[in-house]
Every structure is written in C-alpha cells, then in structure tokens.
C-alpha cells in the first residue's frame, strides 16, 4: 500500500487554510490540476477525477452509454465492482475465463460474444497487462467498447503505454490499497472529447449550470455525485508526483524475486509485455504446493482473496439489488446469470497460484534475503 508523509500532510493543510474543500467552488484548484498532471503522466487526452474505482466504472460505462438489455464482457478473477458496476447501469455482467496470466482470456472472450454484447471491460489484475492487441481487435470486429480497468494497474504500462489510455475510456482507484492513494478515490481516462463530456456530467448529478460541464441541453442527463473533494486533489498530486519512482522499486524487486526463483526452479507465471514486470505470480501444478507456498512470508493464495474470486460475489451470484423491481437480470438475454460453475478453469488457475508482494518500501538488501528464504 502507498505511503503518505510529510508533503502530502502540507498539502492537505495549505488547502484547508485557502477556503473551499469542494472543487467546484475552486476553479484551477487541485482536483482540476491534478486532472491535467495525470493526463500529462498517462499521455492521454483527458481525466476525470472521481471518489472511487467503482464510481469511475459506473460513469464510464454511463459515458459509453451502456444499459438495460446489454452485455458486457467481464473476466471472472476481479474485484466484484467491475462486474457490480454493470449491474449498476442496467446492463448484465458475462463471465469470462482468466488466462495463464491471470487476465481476461481472448479465446473465451471471443466465444461469449452475442448480438447483445456491448463492450468489455478488461481487468489488468494484480499489476499485470491484458492482452490488449488482441482485445482492441475483437472489439473492433464486433463494435464493443472497450473500457479498461487498470484499477489495480495504476502507471503500469503495456508495450511503454499507460495502461488506460489504449480503451475507449480506463479507469484508476486510489483506495488505501493501490499504487497511490488518497484513502478512497479514482480516476477516468479518455481520448474522447464526447466521453469526457458525458463522464462529467454523469459524476456531477448532471448540472448544466456548472462552468466544467456541458451547458448543451440535449446532452445533459441526470447523473450522481461522484465527486473528488480539494483535500483528496492536493494529496493525489503529490502522490502522483511518487508514483514512477514507487512502480521503479516494484519492478527492481520483482527482477529480484523472479531471479532467485526461477533458478530455483519455480514455476514463475507469464506476462502479456516484455517490458519490466511489477507483479509476480508463482502457478503450481498443483493445488496443495500452491497452499503450502502460500503459507511462506510475503505469498499469498489468488483463491484466497475473498471478493476477487467469482465464487464470493455473493450479491452478484444471488441476483440481488436493492429493490427487486431494478434487477437487471428481468430483462437480460440470460435470466440466470453466472452460477458457482461459470468459469471452471478460472478456479483452477487461481487454487495454483501465488502472488507475493513487490514489497516496495523494504530495503533491497532485505529483499534479497527474503528472495533467498522464499525460494529455499
Ligand atoms: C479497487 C478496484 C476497483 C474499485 O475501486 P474502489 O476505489 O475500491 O471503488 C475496481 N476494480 C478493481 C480491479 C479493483 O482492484
């Protein structure tokens, strides 16, 4: 998890002393320099600051209008808010298989396809790129939207691009969890001039009267408030200001750990770039090597990570909303939605597999040892 300190702790005080907290009483004031700062580190168009992940997936899939009666193509191994998400703008989740890489698979991805089929979210878990050349080209082949969720994948590049600029829209958390944080937060990235436009209106309740947003009466809908505040603003842009230097001591650490196991012999799983890897995953060819792993310092079991795993999205699993009236299943193409066995090699791939933390903040020295006793 990110570390905040002293410069962060300033900035939060500086906007605290100026006056307004909310960024729509301070034009030009953090959140709206953070947005431009981030579309200068990601090399895209525009950004969209919001208060969550998932808020940045609702007001993308919002923007790309997607809704009841639609499919949208989403990988079985995610944080349940890429599929929740979809739930939550009418449209219908369909699960799809991970790959070797723990990613979105192509093959499976290609076959779930329908004429109901609106777009694709693909996840880029855990630090670790999608195959994006060949998902770009189904969408292109089916008209899909593609809508990345680099979530857990914030600065990573893939063949030396950001990851959530190769989309029609990307989206970043910056939950106490990720790559940088204010505490709960996130982030759209666009290259659409017109996707912009409705993200803003769908994260601000759709107030035309706002200097930021749209004043075209034909264009404005009715939206939430998924607003950033300026103390969350002016912490990111420090944040932000850390990240490449952060993602620099995962990369050095994995090569590290990659190194010392794989002379071992461990079984260390691909990647979809040859650039430098952020993430290491370790998948055995059994069930029980990878819960013995998973009990050594620094590793974890993938199917042991709760909400991450299809089987655990309770609410999703049981169709449930808040008000049985609105859910989107009563008029979906498959009534029944994704069952415990939708996506049997998923659950296989993840019972094999270990993450272990890139460990940014301990020492290399440190690292090293620990490599060594990992792989002993
Ligand atoms: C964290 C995360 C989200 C949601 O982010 P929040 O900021 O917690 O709403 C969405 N997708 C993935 C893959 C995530 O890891």
């Given amino acids: 998890m990110a570390r905040l300190g002293m410069r962060e702790w300033m900035a939060v005080g500086r906007v605290m002393a100026n006056g307004p907290l909310t960024r729509t009483e301070r034009p030009g004031g953090p959140c709206d320099r953070f947005e431009d700062e981030l579309a200068q580190f990601a090399g895209c168009q525009g950004t969209l600051a919001v208060s969550s992940g998932t808020a940045a997936l609702i007001s993308a899939l919002q923007a790309c209008e997607i809704g009841p009666g639609d499919e949208v193509l989403v990988p079985a191994y995610t944080w349940m808010a890429s599929a929740g998400a979809v739930l ?11 790959d070797t890489t723990l990613t979105i698979d192509t093959t499976d991805l290609a076959s779930k396809i329908t004429p109901r089929s609106r777009a694709i979210i693909p996840v880029h878990m855990l630090n670790r790129p999608c195959d994006l050349e060949s998902i770009l080209s189904i969408a292109r082949t089916h008209d899909l939207k593609v809508i990345e969720d680099a979530c857990q994948a914030v600065g990573i590049r893939y063949q030396g691009q950001v990851l ?14 990720k790559n940088m ?6 982030a759209i990235l666009t290259n659409d001039p017109d ?4 993200a ?3 994260h601000d309740m759709g107030l035309g009267f706002r200097q930021s947003n749209t004043t075209d009466p034909d264009e404005i809908f009715l939206g939430n408030n998924f607003r950033l505040n300026e103390m969350q603003g002016a912490i990111l ?3 932000l200001r850390k990240l490449q230097s952060r993602i620099d001591r995962m990369t050095r650490r994995v090569e590290v750990m990659a190194d010392q196991l794989g002379w071992a012999g461990y079984p260390v799983a691909p990647l979809h770039d040859d650039g430098p ?8 060819d059994t069930e029980l090597e990878a819960v013995q792993f998973s009990e050594r310092r620094g590793a974890r079991r993938l199917f042991d990570t709760s909400k991450h795993v299809y089987t655990e999205w309770g609410p999703i699993l049981t169709r449930k909303m808040a008000h049985p009236g609105i859910t989107p299943w009563a008029w979906a193409g498959h009534p029944n939605g994704p069952g415990p066995d939708s996506c049997p090699k998923t659950l296989d791939l993840l019972k094999r597999s270990c993450t272990i933390n890139a460990m940014p903040d301990v020492p290399l020295p440190i690292v090293r040892y620990l490599a060594r006793k990992l792989a002993a």
């Fill in 164 to 177: 959530g600029t190769f989309g029609d829209m990307g989206t970043f958390s910056f939950n106490q969890h």
């Fill in 88 to 98: 939550h703008v009418g449209a219908v989740p369909v699960l799809v298989e991970i």
């Fill in 277 to 284: 890897a952020a993430s290491l995953v370790l998948t055995f």
């Fill in 200 to 202: 803003r209106n769908a």
């Fill in 195 to 198: 996707l912009l436009t409705r």
């Fill in 181 to 186: 944080t204010c505490g709960e937060g996130g």
């Fill in 237 to 239: 842009r420090v944040q």
